[in-house]
C-alpha cells in the first residue's frame, strides 16, 4: 500500500514457562542439570528429577508451537519419567520442535531462589542449555533472582523459574 512492497513477516514463534517447585529434604537440587548443595541440605520434590529451570523452559518451547505443556507430554502419574533427567526430557521435546520443522533462536530463563547462589553456577547451566537445544550458549540467557524474603519462595518453601523462548522457521 502506498507504494511500499509487502513483506512477509518472518516466521517465528514465541513462547513463556513457568514452574515452581517445593524444596525438601532427601531430594537432589538440580538446575539446568547443575546439582548444587543447598545450605540446608535441600532438594526440589517432583515426579521426575524437579527441574524447575529446564521445566519451565520446555513449557515455553512447547508452547510456542501449541503443543501443550510438559504434563501432557511427560505425565507425573506415568512411571516412565520417573526421576528422569530432565535434560533428556528437554532433548525429546528438542526432537518434536525439529520435527515441526522449527529451530531455536534464542531462550531466556529467570530462577526465582533465596539460596543457594546460583552466580557461580551460571556459566555451567547456559553451557548444558545450549548443548541440548543445539545453539550456541550466547544465545542462552540464564538468570537469578531472590524473592526478597516474600511469599513460599522467600520463606524457602520452593524454588521457581520463568521462561520464554523464540523459534524461527527457516
Known sequence: MNGTPSRTPPDL???QGYDIHRLVAG???????VTLDHPEGLGLDGHSDADVLVHALMDALLGALSLGDIGQHFPPGDGRWKDADSLDLLGQVMTLVREQGWEVVNVDVVVVAERPKLRPHIAQMRSHLAAHLQIPPDRVGVKATTNEGLGPIGREEGI???AVALLHRP
Open 13 to 15: 514463534r514465541i513462547g
Open 27 to 33: 531430594r537432589p537440587l538440580i538446575l539446568a542439570g
Open 160 to 162: 521457581a523459574s520463568y
